[in-house]
């Protein structure tokens, strides 16, 4: 069975905005494109599908844009390549090598993880608290950023139980931002119970 990750910038107040933390550099984009080549499958709800598709798919032209530096190719390509499956109640059709995730969101993703493979990640704000609940996230990973925010939507905010987790592995930056890698307590990975979301959408 394939773990479920769940990796996301986040600031020392516990801001999640993608725009809230440091400007991604060369360090922390290599970081990114190691963690997206890690997964053998996407898993985003519409808004974050949608923002990631809007930055990051190759253009019909073949030619990545003159503003992305040679150090973000890499990652853009892993993106890009990547399959991807998309949580959404309003969206009728994707493409972007990807595919809608339709019925109940439990069994939905228990049938991803149980595919074979290396992992799924897991990315946005509300389809992982919806995973959270769910007992479907494996692992998380929070790239902890030296910035106090003051504003914006908090991580998994409104989670309905307490999540004890264990530190697995720790790397920090250049830039002072810290990476942590955690594991549900007391459990291996794969673990996850049934169960079923509407609002996939972010």
Same mark, same amino acid.
């Given at each position: 069975?394939?773990?479920?990750?769940?990796?996301?910038?986040?600031? *020392?107040?516990?801001?999640?905005?993608? +725009? =809230?933390?440091?400007?991604?550099?060369?360090?922390?984009?290599?970081?990114?494109? =190691? /963690?997206? +080549?890690?997964?053998?499958?996407?898993?985003?709800?519409?808004?974050?599908?949608?923002?990631?598709?809007?930055?990051?798919?190759?253009?019909?032209?073949?030619?990545?844009?003159?503003?992305?530096?040679?150090?973000?190719?890499?990652?853009?390509?892993?993106?890009?390549? =990547?399959?991807?499956?998309?949580?959404?109640?309003?969206?009728?059709?994707?493409?972007?090598?990807?595919? *809608?995730?339709?019925?109940?969101?439990?069994?939905?993703?228990?049938?991803?993880?149980? /595919?074979?493979?290396?992992?799924?990640?897991?990315?946005?704000?509300?389809?992982? *608290?919806?995973?959270?609940?769910?007992?479907?996230?494996?692992?998380?990973?929070?790239?902890?950023?030296?910035?106090?925010?003051?504003?914006?939507?908090?991580? *998994?905010?409104?989670?309905? +139980?307490?999540? /004890?987790? +264990?530190?697995?592995?720790?790397?920090?930056?250049?830039?002072?931002?810290? =990476?942590?890698?955690?594991?549900?307590?007391?459990?291996?990975?794969?673990?996850?119970?049934?169960?079923?979301?509407?609002?996939?959408?972010?």
């Amino acid at each position: 069975m394939r773990p479920l990750r769940y990796a996301i910038n986040v600031t *020392l107040d516990g801001c999640c905005h993608h +725009e =809230a933390g440091i400007p991604p550099d060369e360090e922390s984009m290599r970081y990114w494109t =190691a /963690e997206m +080549e890690r997964a053998d499958a996407l898993l985003f709800g519409r808004v974050t599908y949608e923002m990631m598709e809007s930055a990051w798919r190759r253009p019909d032209t073949g030619t990545w844009p003159d503003w992305m530096g040679a150090w973000e190719t890499p990652f853009a390509e892993a993106i890009d390549r =990547a399959p991807k499956h998309v949580v959404s109640s309003t969206l009728s059709s994707v493409d972007w090598n990807a595919d *809608l995730v339709q019925g109940d969101l439990g069994q939905a993703v228990q049938q991803l993880k149980e /595919e074979p493979g290396e992992g799924v990640f897991v990315g946005g704000v509300t389809l992982p *608290l919806a995973l959270a609940d769910l007992g479907l996230i494996d692992e998380y990973v929070f790239v902890v950023q030296p910035v106090l925010a003051g504003h914006g939507p908090t991580l *998994l905010a409104g989670l309905r +139980e307490r999540v /004890e987790l +264990e530190l697995v592995d720790r790397h920090g930056f250049r830039s002072g931002a810290v =990476a942590l890698r955690y594991q549900p307590a007391g459990r291996g990975a794969g673990g996850g119970d049934d169960g079923s979301f509407a609002g996939g959408d972010s």
